[in-house]
T-cell receptor, first 110, second 112 residues
Framework: KNEVEQSPQNLTAQEGEFITINCSYS?????LHWLQQHPGGGIVSLFM???GKKKHGRLIATINIQEKHSSLHITASHPRDSAVYIC????????????FGKGTLLTVNP | DGGITQSPKYLFRKEGQNVTLSCEQN?????MYWYRQDPGQGLRLIYY???????QKGDIAEGYSVSREKKESFPLTVTSAQKNPTAFYLC???????????FGPGTRLTVL
């Protein structure tokens, strides 16, 4: 079993819909990252969380440390949100090493 | 112009040849990383460096080598010992433990 599991693997939505992508992990962590990868391959860091909730524009990320679960929400989705969203965890006590989920491919249709 | 540069974007090599992928940064960050991405898999760490003249193996270091002679540069050599080198290679940099990592645009290596 992978240490970081994302669901769903693929998600198709209509423009304007509310999107939720989930990430569950099985190890103790000190931080969790959400990343976005566009079709060209470049990766952008969206959030780094160790507790609670963060918001940036239409993106919201939450984490529940006790349940070992994080969610990424996109409000009022747009076709330009189409990308692969990747969850990554920094294991507790680890120096610099992240463990990555396989990613969720989001397609938003106009 | 600030950021992380990886070149080239696409690279083709014949089987048995060594090839070096470049990664340059002007963000003045200490930590640099090399990841490999394969279809249907999460990113996997090849090597990382926390400081000049020091680097550590990641989870899949076999068949790869690196150097860190300058803070700005962390080149990755894919040697002929790497059994399946065709992949997308990403370089990242970060300031410290648990800090946000900033990714370069990647190099897609195809070994023919």
């Amino acid at each position: 079993k992978n240490e970081v599991e994302q669901s769903p693997q693929n998600l198709t939505a209509q423009e304007g819909e509310f999107i939720t992508i989930n990430c569950s992990y099985s190890v103790g962590i000190s931080a969790l990252h959400w990343l976005q990868q566009h079709p060209g391959g470049g990766i952008v860091s969206l959030f780094m969380l160790s507790s609670g909730k963060k918001k940036h524009g239409r993106l919201i990320a939450t984490i529940n440390i006790q349940e070992k679960h994080s969610s990424l929400h996109i409000t009022a989705s747009h076709p330009r949100d189409s990308a692969v969203y990747i969850c990554a965890v920094l294991r507790g006590g680890s120096n610099y090493k992240l463990t990555f989920g396989k990613g969720t491919l989001l397609t938003v249709n106009p | 112009d600030g950021g992380i540069t990886q070149s080239p974007k696409y690279l083709f090599r014949k089987e048995g040849q060594n090839v070096t992928l470049s990664c340059e940064q002007n963000l003045n960050h200490d930590a640099m990383y090399w990841y490999r991405q394969d279809p249907g898999q999460g990113l996997r760490l090849i090597y990382y460096s926390q400081i000049v003249n020091d680097f550590q193996k990641g989870d899949i270091a076999e068949g790869y080598s690196v150097s860190r002679e300058k803070k700005e540069s962390f080149p990755l050599t894919v040697t002929s010992a790497q059994k399946n080198p065709t992949a997308f290679y990403l370089c990242a940099v970060g300031q410290g433990v648990g800090d946000t990592q900033y990714f370069g645009p990647g190099t897609r290596l195809t070994v023919l």
